[in-house]
């Protein structure tokens, strides 16, 4: 087992009220178990689970989708909720070989059961100080397993690290040069700019101009981050970077002040017709 683990000085905050909203509904659907029945009787070899609902697994969730279209290799993606997870029975198909965690590590003893069932390398991101209970000890662990958990570092900006720097990325298609174009650099300077907005809230540090706005904003959409009910998921997230504006001090304006203002259905319209 490989653990990347970074300590910050622990900060004690009250607990933080939750319920379940009336549209969450249960993420181990037909259509999801449909879904990885089809990804095993292809051997699709890799698999990328992010939490839902949350924008930084949803961001992770895009970078993932960006970086296996990029290389043109099969990967399936899906939703994981905490409310009624997905099982190791339904993932541990034929073929898998590569299964990402995305800002989430599993219940206890998940990610560990699904790489005795399979061939796959599990590797996991987090940045909560609450998974570190969660974790099995190296001793009952195998080297398939791999958590980067980083208490100082959002998932979504240690996820987007992570593909950005793969070394197949690095190599061009025909093998004879560099070819990092994941993102362009008009694009890349956007990404990394919302994720610090994410990772501000994601932290509790509430640093960024207007991110108490943002976060208030943005809780309305997070029904949008099921890519089995919402297939046009990532389109949006990457309409949402393109269409941000930022002001002159390189602070983001767009993204909070349009989902202040406008409903969810507006929203939802808006970005159909930018597309």
Same mark, same amino acid.
């Given at each position: 087992?490989a653990?990347?683990?970074?300590?910050?000085?622990?900060?004690?905050?009250?607990?933080?009220?939750? @319920?379940?909203p009336?549209?969450?509904?249960?993420?181990?659907?037909?259509?999801?178990?449909?879904?990885?029945?089809?990804?095993?009787?292809?051997?699709?070899?890799?698999?990328?689970?992010? #939490?839902? /609902?949350?924008?930084?697994?949803?961001?992770?969730?895009?970078?993932?989708?960006?970086?296996?279209?990029?290389? #043109?290799? /099969?990967?399936?993606?899906? /939703?994981?909720?905490?409310?009624?997870?997905?099982?190791?029975?339904?993932?541990?198909?034929?073929?898998?070989?590569?299964?990402?965690?995305?800002?989430?590590?599993?219940?206890?003893?998940?990610?560990?059961?699904?790489?005795?069932? @399979?061939?796959?390398?599990?590797?996991?991101?987090?940045?909560?100080?609450?998974?570190?209970?969660?974790? /099995?000890?190296?001793?009952?662990? @195998?080297?398939?397993?791999?958590?980067?958990?980083?208490?100082?570092?959002?998932?979504? @900006?240690?996820?987007?690290?992570?593909?950005?720097s793969?070394?197949?990325?690095?190599?061009?298609?025909?093998?004879?040069?560099?070819?990092?174009?994941?993102?362009?650099?008009?694009?890349?300077?956007?990404?990394?700019?919302?994720?610090?907005?994410?990772?501000?809230?994601?932290?509790?540090?509430?640093?960024?101009?207007?991110?108490?706005?943002? #976060?208030?904003?943005?809780?309305?959409?997070?029904? #949008?981050?099921?890519?089995?009910?919402?297939?046009?998921?990532?389109?949006?997230?990457?309409?949402?970077?393109?269409y941000?504006?930022?002001?002159?001090?390189?602070?983001?304006?767009?993204?909070?002040?349009?989902?202040?203002?406008?409903?969810h259905?507006?929203?939802?319209?808006?970005?159909?017709?930018?597309?």
């Open positions: 087992m653990v990347y683990l970074r300590r910050s000085r622990w900060r004690v905050y009250p607990p933080r009220r939750t @319920t379940v009336g549209w969450r509904r249960s993420l181990r659907s037909d259509a999801a178990l449909e879904a990885i029945a089809k990804a095993g009787a292809v051997r699709t070899p890799c698999l990328a689970l992010y #939490n839902y /609902p949350s924008f930084s697994g949803a961001f992770s969730a895009l970078f993932a989708h960006l970086f296996h279209s990029r290389l #043109n290799l /099969p990967c399936l993606i899906l /939703p994981f909720s905490s409310v009624v997870p997905l099982r190791v029975d339904d993932l541990a198909f034929d073929g898998l070989k590569r299964c990402y965690f995305l800002d989430f590590i599993g219940p206890r003893g998940f990610a560990l059961e699904l790489s005795r069932r @399979t061939a796959s390398e599990i590797i996991c991101f987090d940045h909560r100080k609450s998974v570190l209970r969660a974790m /099995p000890s190296a001793e009952v662990c @195998t080297d398939k397993v791999t958590f980067r958990v980083d208490l100082d570092k959002s998932s979504s @900006t240690a996820a987007y690290e992570y593909f950005m793969e070394p197949e990325l690095v190599k061009s298609v025909d093998g004879t040069g560099v070819d990092n174009k994941l993102l362009d650099q008009k694009d890349r300077d956007r990404v990394e700019l919302v994720l610090k907005y994410i990772e501000d809230g994601d932290l509790r540090q509430w640093r960024m101009p207007h991110i108490r706005a943002f #976060n208030m904003g943005i809780r309305d959409w997070t029904s #949008n981050m099921n890519c089995i009910s919402n297939p046009r998921l990532f389109e949006q997230v990457s309409m949402m970077i393109h941000s504006i930022l002001n002159a001090s390189g602070h983001i304006i767009y993204i909070p002040l349009v989902f202040i203002v406008f409903s259905f507006m929203i939802t319209n808006l970005i159909s017709i930018l597309l």
